[in-house]
């Protein structure tokens, strides 16, 4: 119960994320939660392509959820 609660604790970060990447064209969708708490995302439409996905991913979206969810170890794509 408590790992479905910690899902859906991201699940609700990335929401308040999505503006910013849509407003740029592009969006994030959760693909999963591993066991050691490493969120795995992906970025899509123009932030699927951008040079600067990396520094999104890790600037914005890990340091704005690891801010939210202190459990949270990293956010990494999804391959």
Sequence with gaps: MAEQTLIEKVKKS???????????????????????NIVKVKLVGACGGCPMAQMTLKNGIEKFLKK???EIKSVEPAS
């Excluded at 849509?22 to 969708?29: K, N, T, Y």
Aim: hydrophobic share 40%; charged share 35%.
């Design 68 to 70: 939210e969810i202190p």
């Design 14 to 36: 990335l929401d308040k994320v999505r503006p910013a990447l849509q407003a740029d064209g592009g969006d994030v969708e959760f693909v999963e939660l591993t066991a050691d």
